[in-house]
């Protein structure tokens, strides 16, 4: 397929100028963004805050606001003790004495609470603890964590110990949403670098967008883990925005690595600076388009989410997006110019050569 008329004739932006004149400098400024980066996002785990659906402006996101406002947020976080009578009676009393000196810990167990005792020792093998615990949503997470340890400490076989509750159940969700994005991950880049090799039948020009692919999704949760701090981000949002990121950086990568091809097919160019330029010039703009796309797309979304989980996601894909945009602007052209005349393959690669 040939470029459209006068397409490669518009100059490349001033950035991709730059990029093409200054390859090394720029693709060691973008690698060491990308290393500082990743490993920012190494910790993004415990910076995660737990998912939640609760809608902003609903009734019980007000409900749940003048609660916390009067008594504060707590959370209930049941522990079941089952064993034989004995041994269940002697741990579970320890343990509940244990757990009522933790700051923020109430504790209602059998042993301590007159009223309620049949319900919470149902029958002589097992005992069930309420533990109330409160403070701030990250206080009550850690709190609860911190509880699930001194119960495990505390018991012993032949007591069997388990713990339960809306924090642990969330941080347990965003661990395994976490362990199947990188999963995800680990299988779609091979079978991307496959689908590339298929379609360019060139090793360089299949791998040039699936390691474009692969360091935006590095850069873009270190920058996430980043934003965490000031904005809540969970697993959800981070699960689309590393989705998104990969495809929007590998089809803005596909884009440079075609038209360099056919500029270098056409032969109308002298040295491949000139042919990475003509190449960039109609494919910067259609980056820079998709993206401002996306963007708006993205700020809409933000306004009219009716929960912080799409507000999460949006802002994810924002930042995915803006890196994508970034990388194909800068560090893709830079990468071409040095790896351009060994893109092709077979013999269109060595009159592509030969004329260079």
């Known amino acids: 397929m040939q470029p459209p008329s006068g397409g490669s004739d518009r100059p490349a932006p001033a950035l991709t100028r730059f990029a093409a004149t200054y390859p090394w400098a720029v693709l060691t400024a973008w690698v060491t963004v990308v290393v500082v980066l990743g490993v920012i996002g190494l910790g993004i785990d415990s910076r995660l805050s737990a998912g939640g659906l609760q809608v902003s402006g609903s009734e019980s996101s007000r409900a749940s606001a003048l609660i916390g406002g009067n008594f504060g947020d707590a959370a209930t976080v049941p522990v079941l003790l089952r064993g034989p009578r004995a041994d269940v009676k002697t741990q579970g009393k320890a343990l509940a004495t244990t757990l009522a000196k ?42 609860s964590a911190a509880a699930q340890r001194l119960v495990d400490e505390a018991t012993s076989a032949p007591v069997r110990a388990t713990v339960t509750g809306l924090p642990l159940l969330s941080r347990d969700g965003t661990r395994s949403s976490l362990a199947t994005v990188h999963r995800a991950e680990l ?15 060139s090793p360089l020009a299949a791998a040039i967008p699936a390691v474009f692919g ?22 959800f949002a981070l699960a689309v925005a590393c989705m998104v990121g990969l495809a929007l950086a590998v089809d803005y990568s596909l884009l440079f690595v075609s038209r360099l091809r056919e500029e270098i097919d056409d032969g109308r160019h002298d040295d491949i600076e000139s042919a990475v330029g003509a190449a960039a010039a109609p494919t910067t703009r259609t980056v820079g388009a998709a993206a401002a796309a996306i963007l708006v797309a993205m700020a809409v979304a933000a306004v009219m989410s009716p929960g912080t989980a799409l507000l999460a996601a949006a802002i994810g894909v924002s930042v995915v997006a803006l890196l994508s945009a970034a990388t194909a602007v800068l560090a893709v052209p830079a990468m071409l110019v040095l790896a351009g005349p060994w893109l092709q393959c077979g ?10």
Request: a positive charge; proline letters at 6%; hydrophobic letters at 50%.
């Open 102 to 143: 933790r700051p923020g810990v109430r504790v209602l167990s059998p042993w301590t609470t007159s009223s309620g005792r049949t319900s919470l020792r149902p029958s002589g093998d097992r005992a069930l603890l309420l533990l109330s615990v409160s403070g701030s949503h990250e206080q009550i997470a850690d709190r």
């Open 187 to 201: 299988i779609a880049l091979p079978l991307l670098l496959l689908a590339l090799l298929l379609v360019f039948r």
């Open 347 to 356: 013999p269109a690669a060595s009159a592509s050569q030969g004329g260079m």
């Open 214 to 235: 692969a360091a935006t999704i590095a850069a873009s949760t270190g920058a996430l883990a980043l934003l965490a701090a000031a904005v809540r981000l969970d697993a």
